[in-house]
């Protein structure tokens, strides 16, 4: 088992860049398939990038969002760049021992979310 927690969120200008951390506690984080997920208001949860068994980005997302993690710091990162009001969202971060598929929204583990706001 393992807990997450974001970190990182906040308010930031369109054309500007935040950097999202995930740490995990528990069990060694090299063995999760981890994904960044966003939720804006009355929209459904979206899939925005992967890391783990396979690196997948959402078309929204590709070429300004990389994500990356660092195992020995249990550390899941998502850097953002030339973000965009339609950005603004929480952000949460999730993990899974089990793959099902580079765009499957199957985890086990969730973290509660940090919140990213852009200004136009």
């Known amino acids: 088992q393992v807990e997450l927690r974001e970190s990182g969120g906040g308010l930031v200008q369109a054309g500007g860049s935040l950097r999202l951390s995930c740490t995990g506690s528990g069990r060694t984080f090299s063995v999760y398939h981890m994904g960044w997920f966003r939720q804006a208001p009355g929209k459904d949860r979206e899939l925005i990038a992967t890391?783990?068994?396979?690196?997948y980005y959402a078309d929204s997302v590709k070429g300004r969002f990389t994500v990356s993690r660092d195992n020995a710091k249990n550390t899941l990162f998502l850097q953002m760049n030339s973000l965009k009001p339609e950005d603004t969202a929480v952000y949460s971060c999730?993990?899974?021992?089990?793959?099902?598929?580079?765009?499957?929204?199957?985890?086990?583990?969730w973290g509660q979310g940090t919140q990213v706001t852009v200004s136009a």
């Open positions: 999730a993990a899974s021992t089990r793959y099902y598929g580079p765009t499957s929204q199957e985890y086990e583990y």
């Open positions: 890391n783990g068994v396979s690196t």
